[in-house]
Each structure stands twice: as structure tokens, then as C-alpha cells.
């Protein structure tokens, strides 16, 4: 059985067109209305759908650190992926992709690529998973009003349909944070968590500075992804803050952790908060 995911993020080779910069591969791919947020697609499935490209260049699995810059909202019509190897060294492997719509560019990344199974490095780090009640015992984002965290009335981003996120209440700020947001997700369909898809739960719980912007909507500026293990399977567990809003731009940092209680990948995007929420 072919996952939704992995369906809507599957490429075909392009064999018409131009070629891009320097030498590389080109790829084609629908846009489904299955990971749309406020109206367009969601920047963290045009981010793993460009993964998926890039690693076709590489001779290594693994994205450890991937960055978007947003140029323009993506449509649901068909899109070009261009990819091209900057440079393959021993353990790492860097790549760019381009990603364009209509023959304008909708996405630029560069990524690094290893391989994460052969990581022996030390390791050492102070912080813990965050303190959640079980999935049960949290929120569906499905069951809230929508015009409590994003999007407009009447109406639910398919992104959460196609995602179970639940949300942790009562909500919780830490010293210095202006808004943060934590909770569980997991794909509704059953497929399980993997590396090809953190750059999409990276971006997949509503913004945590909602509560305080008022936004109508948040587009998504610039999305890095750190990643720093192969999840396991079952839900992810999930963090996300911001500490500083400034003239409508601010940051949201994330952390992924698997269910067994692993950090599996980092995140930090800059958004800008656009239009006003009905009250």
C-alpha cells in the first residue's frame, strides 16, 4: 500500500526542458491538495519534496541539515525540480535544488548529506524529550475552532487531516519565550516516521505565535532542518518556540523527538505574520 506521502512526494524524470545550471538531474511532480495549510501547499512538503531530489545526486542517505528560502507561494499545478551535486567528499555530499513552478522559481535549497548509520561521534547533551501527557490526553488540532490557531473559519488545512497533530495543554512558556506549542504527531494514514519526512513535520504543528501575532497566516520565509537520527516508529513528540517578535518576522525553533525518546531532528524557521485573524 502506497502511503500518501510518499505518493504525492514521488518524482518523474523530466526528459524536456532546460537542464539548469551545471550538470544534474530534472524532475517533475504534482502538487496535492493533502499538505495545504492556509491556501498554499506547506513549505515543509515543498522542503522533503526537494530532499527527495537531492538525494539522488548524492552517494549518501541522510539530509543531516537542509535550507529552504521561500521565494513565492507555491499553486496546485505541476512543478520542475532542477538538482544538481556541488561537491562529494568522503562523508558528506553537498547539493542544490531549484524549485519552479510555471517557470518562475519557488524554492531554493542547499543540503548536506551523510550517512547516519555510520555516525560513531561522541555524544552528549543535557536536554530530555519534552514532559507530555499521552496522545490521548492532548488536543486533536483537528477538534479546535479553526480561527484558534490557523487558518479561517470554517474551515481545517488539510495538512491536519492527512497529519494527526495533537496539541499538549495547558500550554507552556519557559523564561525569555514569548509563545511555545508542544504535543505528538503522526501521519493519519499509518506510515511511520522516517528522515524523508521531517522536513514536512518540521513544519507541520500550527505556529506557536499565533496566540499573541493574531495572523490570519504565516508564511514561511527561510525553513532549516537539522537532522540527527533515523526515527523509530510511532509518534514523534514535538516542541516549538519563538522568543523574539519583531515588526511582524520571528523565529520558531523546533525539536523533533522519536518514540523512543531520541532526538531526531532540529528546526528553525523565520515567518512573517500577514493579515488579521477574525476575533
Not at 499553486?75 to 524549485?99: N, Q
Not at 479553526?146 to 497529519?163: A, F, K, N, V, Y
Not at 523574539?244 to 523512543?260: I, K, M, N, P, V
Request: hydrophobic fraction near 40%.
Amino acid at each position: 500500500m502506497v502511503r500518501a506521502f510518499d505518493e504525492d512526494s514521488a518524482l518523474d524524470p523530466l526528459t524536456a526542458g532546460p537542464a539548469g545550471p551545471g550538470t544534474g538531474l530534472a524532475f517533475t511532480a504534482g502538487l496535492s491538495h493533502r499538505w495545504d495549510t492556509v491556501g498554499p501547499p506547506n513549505g515543509g512538503f515543498l522542503l522533503a519534496l526537494a530532499a527527495r531530489g537531492l538525494g539522488r545526486v548524492v552517494p549518501f542517505p541522510d539530509p543531516v541539515t537542509l535550507t529552504g528560502h521561500f521565494l513565492r507561494p507555491a499553486r496546485h499545478t505541476p512543478v520542475e525540480l532542477y538538482v544538481e551535486a556541488l561537491r562529494i567528499g568522503k562523508t558528506h555530499a553537498t547539493a542544490m535544488g531549484r524549485l519552479l513552478q510555471g517557470g518562475k522559481e519557488l524554492l531554493r535549497t542547499l543540503a548536506t548529506f551523510s550517512d547516519l548509520g555510520l555516525a560513531d561521534g561522541p555524544t552528549e547533551s543535557g536536554a530530555r524529550p519534552p514532559a507530555l501527557p499521552p496522545p490521548g490526553e492532548c488536543v486533536p488540532a483537528r477538534d479546535l475552532q479553526p480561527r484558534q490557531w490557523d487558518d479561517l473559519p470554517g474551515t481545517l488545512p488539510e495538512l491536519h487531516r492527512s497529519i494527526d497533530v495533537r496539541l499538549a495543554r495547558p500550554k507552556r512558556r519557559e523564561e525569555g519565550e514569548i509563545a511555545r506549542l508542544e504535543g505528538w504527531m503522526r501521519f493519519t494514514d499509518g506510515r511511520e516516521p522516517d528522515v524523508a519526512a521531517l522536513p514536512l513535520l518540521a513544519d507541520a504543528f500550527p505556529p506557536a505565535v499565533l496566540d499573541i501575532a493574531g495572523a490570519a497566516w504565516v508564511p514561511t520565509v527561510e525553513l532549516t532542518v537539522h537532522v540527527r537520527g533515523r526515527p523509530a516508529p510511532g509518534w514523534i513528540a514535538a516542541s516549538f518556540r519563538t522568543k523574539f517578535l519583531c515588526d511582524g518576522y520571528f523565529e520558531e525553533d523546533g525539536e523533533l523527538w522519536d518514540s523512543a525518546g531520541r532526538l531526531v531532528a532540529l528546526s528553525r524557521q523565520l515567518a512573517v505574520t500577514r493579515g488579521s485573524r477574525p476575533g
